[in-house]
């Protein structure tokens, strides 16, 4: 029946819950493919003809890459032949239970929840705004200078994490070697959510995996790329006004001066650096955080996406004035701010897939790959890089921990927070008090606490020098004390590369070395049982409590 | 009065009556029921004959066959509402689908008689089964509310159309029908409105005014629309019919949904007076050449794709603002494409001026946007039906409006600051980093991240040239898989983990290494890493192990000089390994401190009291293990 509308539904209505056959998908030069594949679904692809890239990652010919939990696009520039096909369902691994999207597959080639051709996409912008950082770059080679620091700007979903890819991918291409920072606490790169980290790339990006995988015990197929991670376990950069991810911006950005001063390459190739798009919405404070990021990393080009307002905003502020490297003076070198289009392909990725986007990062950082592509493993020569990981479950004594929380929320979060923990705090008064993120209410709070429990609040402030005090005292990081909360299931903690006794500044300004889940809690006997990464004892070395972000992961461990 | 006769000769008689049924006849219809109602016992038969009358007649003898069921199932009733009632909702909705928006709308009023009890009948039973109605009403408003979504999602698109339809000349050809037009009104003048749509909000009659026919504020015009919208009509169909006849023929699909287009303008009511005058002209110069009657088409002949969801322009069409602020305003045409668009009930006052020059409006409306030229011009120009050659002055210059002196595919060439011979030889690079330079498109450009490295790996996709620097590089490379390979099936025996991140010393120590470099020792180091115990034999040099899995082994200091071991992460190796160690038996020792231990017995069980810790035990800091080597590259000069 040809009346319009009709036959719309009827063909879905067939095809529901039966496997899509393979289907091959023509792209003509200059488009791409956008598709959606659900958690829970793998979708198969393979580059039969032609040349096609993910995010700038070239696909290798006749290999079968497997995509699950992914909303990505394959562009081409000389056109190519698409094989897609559905891939086996993924189970979680150790029964975890399947997200809320599994078992749905779409309707779209190989059970893509959604998938589509192109014809117009921004990769001339994004290709040529590589080119023109190959330009600096090659000025920079030759003259000695540092290469081009590029930060990205841009509203949530606008495509900036994509583009960040694309330039890493392109500059390692070509052989150089940048370093990429990620300063989006949302969504963790090689690492988990919660994280600000810094990576020098020179081997390529992985397909299936976004970026890649931090090191392993084992082999990887894909070469590991080297994380500096930095623990940020809140969403909001802004939070606390910036007075927490201030500093460990600062610190971050001095390890990757640190790097650029004695790794020639990384030297010459920049760096490029990824924003949450938090600080593209007009907050207070966010531009303040902008010029914090630009002088921290001497930035010399802006790029905003799909954001007119800010793009205005930023050539006013930034175009065509000095850039804050101390050489700039002498060489002349000047901001740069370009205007870039959003793509099309940008969608909004709702809460839901987010969620399991995060849950995915933390399973991967503890289980490895969960993808398992039988397919393509079965391959002699498998592009695919399923690992699977083993961590180890112990159990931890709670009163041995220095673990400490951020506690910069609204009032009524914190009063959960004392009510979940110390129950004796609740009778102090505090609930009285209008606005608990108040610093200097803080540290009073903290003084009558002290007064009040001598002996069991232990507040590294008042351990400090006095000199230092003053400056802890505005660090809203605050000491767990026992008995464990049971909020603490489910949850990760972070092992900070600083010993326990540091001061709180220390312990906010130090690097990760890796995360711990606690699967339990034993309130009674003090007792918390951990899943570590790494065998061995847990290192005796400060910890951070995840508790706001990346929250609760639930069912991690059966 | 033919009963007792065999139901085919029923059926034939009954056949040929149905097909002198042209208009919609009282006499006849009442005639044809008798007969119905007179061989009840044929009722099949006649049912079926009745159906395929309708499936196969042209659309304008449909709604007269469908009179004739009506009245039967209301004068008769069973068993033919039985039969019927059966294929109905294919017969009902076949027809409706080929018919004109007024028939639709007789369709519809018949349909809600379908729902209520026959007039004056005793029966409180609604004509035909509630069901029957509800799945026709259904697929009705599906096609309704389908049709809505498409004309919003078409919405820009008609932007572009709307204005193209200042029809050319080159239509002298195509066979139109204007005398048929008051038959055949388009049925795109509004969505067939039913009562019981989502769409409209159950309005209790059927007879909800065309859009078409809305008045408008612009009285005068009047006179000049409604004339020239029968006329467009009548091309319309008559196209419409061409296509029915041409479904595969893409110039007459062009043709019909050009007239559509033109059409949804009209229906805005947003065209100057002397637009519309223009548009009368081309339609009326169209029109009279035509000579071939509409309703001709061979009406088994279902079309494809008939195209009835042009339907329903809303008044308020969604028109997007990008498109607006692209138009640039110092065209001509373009200020015509304006008043089109921004639906201005009055126009600028340039615009009269400029109207002779209407031919080239068709096919400015595209120039502003950055696409490559809509396909539909594209083909309408390759069938003559467009000017080729009068493409407006404005059109070529508009496509890169923002920086004129560069044209697009051009890679500026300036004066080298240095020479960058780096890896696109051929390709000077010089990219301008601003928003203006970064939109123009570099073809050439591109060949250095594919063509100028021709050289692929076939397992990761990665380029190298095809130099004999990249053919090197490249077998490194592939050497770098095969090994990664085998120590990927071995290490899927044992149990892996995840590493601790560096902290920030070793981090900015560190140096990435590509799987393509030259690493000398990399076959010494494999052998000795095969055979854990065979480093001793290679010399203090390298001396390393991988760090053994197993906790309490890990653990255990070295047993001579007490500490620990430190694991540091190899590239080389992929794997965590101890520098400066050496397994002896069961037992982990630093090299150093067995070389020490050792220098004058062979055994480790001789060691004797403190190890000579006087010297300093010295870690291998300054030896070419792998990971030392690797990790701390020589800078280059």
Aim: net charge negative.
């Amino acid at each position: 029946m040809s009346l319009p509308g009709l036959e719309l539904t009827q063909p879905s209505a067939e095809r529901e819950f039966v496997p899509a056959p393979p289907s091959q998908i023509n792209l003509s030069p200059g488009s791409e493919w956008r598709f959606e594949v659900a958690f829970g679904t793998a979708v198969r692809v393979k580059l039969e003809t032609g040349t096609a890239e993910l995010f700038g990652t070239e696909l290798a010919p006749s290999q079968t890459y497997t995509f699950s939990g992914t909303k990505a696009a394959i562009y081409t520039w000389h056109g190519c032949t698409l094989e897609v096909s559905a891939g086996d369902a993924v189970s979680g691994i150790d029964g975890m239970p399947a997200t809320a999207t599994a078992g749905r597959g779409g309707y779209g080639a190989g059970g893509c929840q959604s998938e589509y051709i192109a014809e117009e996409t921004p990769m001339v912008e994004y290709a040529n705004v590589h080119f023109a950082l190959e330009t600096l770059r090659n000025e920079a080679k030759a003259t000695g200078k540092d290469g081009p620091r590029v930060l990205i700007l841009g509203p949530e979903n606008a495509g900036k994490t994509s583009l960040s890819k694309i330039l890493t991918a392109y500059a390692v291409k070509v052989g150089r070697q940048p370093v990429v920072v990620n300063l989006d606490p949302t969504e963790g790169m090689l690492s988990v959510p919660g994280t600000l980290t810094a990576t020098a790339f020179r081997a390529m990006l992985d397909v299936e995996e976004g970026w890649g995988s931090s090191p392993m015990s084992g082999p990887s197929a894909v070469p590991v790329k080297l994380p500096l991670v930095y623990f940020y376990p809140m969403v909001n950069p802004l939070e606390a006004e910036g007075s927490v991810y201030r500093p460990i911006v600062s610190r971050l950005a001095l390890s990757v001066m640190g790097r650029m001063a004695e790794d020639e390459d990384a030297r010459e190739t920049g760096v490029i650096v990824d924003t949450p798009g938090i600080l593209s919405q007009s907050r207070a404070g966010a531009l303040e955080m902008i010029n914090h990021i630009v002088t921290e990393f001497s930035i010399t080009t802006i790029l905003v996406i799909g954001s007119e307002r800010l793009y205005s905003l930023m050539m006013k502020n930034y175009d065509n004035k000095p850039s804050s490297s101390a050489s700039a003076a002498a060489s002349d070198e000047r901001i740069s701010v370009v205007k870039l289009s959003k793509s099309g392909g940008c969608v909004d990725r709702d809460a839901a897939f987010m969620k399991a986007v995060r849950e995915s990062q933390i399973r991967t950082y503890f289980f490895g790959n969960p993808v398992s592509s039988t397919a393509s493993s079965a391959l002699s020569l498998s592009a695919s890089t399923n690992v699977t990981l083993s961590p180890h479950a112990q159990h931890l004594d709670f009163n041995g921990l220095a673990l400490y929380n951020y506690t910069t929320s609204s009032a009524e979060d914190d009063q959960a927070d004392e009510d979940d923990y110390d129950p004796a705090q609740l009778t102090t008064g505090e609930s009285f008090l209008p606005g608990g993120d108040n610093d200097a209410e803080w540290a009073a709070q903290r003084s009558e606490n002290v007064s009040a429990l001598p002996g069991i609040l232990l507040s590294a402030a008042n351990e400090s020098a006095p000199a230092t005090a003053v400056g802890n005292a505005l660090v809203p990081l605050k000491k767990v004390l026992t008995p464990a909360p049971s909020t603490l299931a489910n949850t990760l903690l972070a092992i900070t590369n600083c010993s326990p006794t540091s001061n709180v500044a220390e312990i906010r300004d130090a690097s990760t070395m890796g995360f711990l889940y606690v699967a339990d809690v034993d309130s009674e006997r003090g007792k918390i049982r951990v899943l570590a990464p790494v065998g061995g004892r847990v290192p005796a070395r400060a910890l951070v409590w995840g508790k706001r972000w990346p929250a609760e992961v639930v069912g991690l461990v059966g | 009065m033919s009963s007792g006769l065999a139901s085919d000769e029923v059926a034939e008689d009954y056949k040929n009556s149905l097909e002198d049924l042209t208009t919609n006849d009282r006499f006849q219809i009442s005639n044809l029921t008798v007969i119905a109602k007179e061989n009840t016992e044929h009722a099949m038969a006649i049912s079926r004959v009745l159906e395929n009358h309708i499936r196969t007649t042209p659309p304008a003898q449909k709604l007269p066959a469908l009179y004739v069921v009506d009245s039967i199932v209301k004068n008769v009733g069973t068993p033919y509402t039985l039969f019927l009632g059966r294929n109905m909702y294919q017969t009902f909705m076949n027809a409706y689908t080929l018919v004109d928006s007024q028939t639709r709308r007789k369709l519809d009023e018949m349909l809600k008689t379908w729902k209520e009890p026959v007039p004056g009948s005793l029966d409180t039973r609604p004509v035909f089964p509630p069901d029957i109605t509800r799945s026709i009403e259904n697929a009705l408003i599906k096609a309704r509310t389908a049709a809505l979504q498409q004309q919003q999602v078409r919405g820009q698109q008609e932007v572009y159309n709307r204005s193209r339809v200042g029809t050319p000349p080159g239509w002298a050809t195509t066979p139109t029908a204007p005398q048929n037009a008051p038959r055949f009104p388009p049925p795109t003048s509004q969505p067939p409105q039913g009562r019981s749509g989502p769409v409209n909000g159950y309005p209790p009659t059927g007879d909800a005014i065309p859009v078409r026919s809305t008045p408008t504020p612009q009285l005068q015009q009047e006179v000049d629309i409604s004339s020239l919208n029968r006329d467009i009509d009548g091309l319309i169909s008559a196209a419409r019919n061409e296509f029915a006849n041409n479904p595969l023929d893409p110039s007459v699909q062009q043709r019909l949904k050009a007239l559509l287009d033109l059409q949804g303008i009209m229906q805005l009511q947003q065209l100057t007076q002397e637009q519309l005058k223009l548009v009368r002209d081309q339609v009326s110069a169209l029109a009279p050449k035509s000579t071939i009657p509409a309703s001709q088409p061979t009406s088994s002949h279902i079309p494809v794709t008939s195209n009835p969801t042009i339907a329903t322009p809303p008044v308020t069409q969604p028109f997007s603002q990008p498109l607006q602020q692209l138009l640039n305003p110092g065209t001509l045409a373009e200020l015509i494409k304006a008043t089109a668009t921004r639906q201005h009930p009055t126009p600028p006052p340039q615009v009269p001026s400029v109207l002779p020059q209407m031919p080239i409006h068709s096919s400015a409306p595209q120039a502003p946007t950055p696409t490559p030229e809509n396909p539909l011009i594209a083909a309408l120009r390759a069938k003559g039906l467009l000017p080729a050659a009068s493409a407006p002055p404005g059109a070529s210059s508009s496509v890169t409006p923002t920086f004129p002196f560069i044209v697009p595919g051009q890679v500026r060439y300036t004066p080298p600051v240095s020479t960058p011979q780096m890896n696109t030889a051929e390709v000077h690079l010089n990219v301008q980093m601003n928003t203006a330079s970064i939109k123009i498109p570099r073809t050439m450009l591109i060949t250095s991240l594919y063509d100028a490295r021709s050289n692929r790996c076939g397992t990761c996709g990665r380029r190298f040239f095809a130099t004999e620097e990249g053919k090197e590089k490249k077998a490194r490379h592939l050497d770098w898989h095969f090994r990664t390979n085998q120590r990927m099936t071995d290490a899927a025996r044992r149990a892996q983990n995840r590493s601790w991140y560096v902290d920030e010393r070793d981090w900015i120590k560190s140096r990435e290494v590509g799987d393509d470099q030259i690493i000398t020792e990399t076959e010494s180091t494999n052998e000795s890493a095969g055979s854990d115990g065979g480093a001793a034999k290679k010399g203090p040099a390298k001396q390393w192990i991988r760090a053994p899995n197993d906790a309490t082994l890990r653990n255990t200091p070295c047993p001579i000089c007490q500490e620990k071991f430190e694991s540091t992460w190899s590239e080389d190796v992929q794997d965590w390994i101890w520098q400066d160690a050496v397994k002896v038996g069961n037992r982990v020792y630093h090299a150093s401190c067995y070389a020490e231990v050792t220098k004058d017995g062979p055994t480790p069980s001789g060691r004797t009291g403190t190890p000579d810790s006087v010297l300093g035990k010295r870690k291998a800091e300054g030896t070419d293990s792998p990971g030392q080597n690797v990790r701390i590259k020589t800078e280059p000069a």
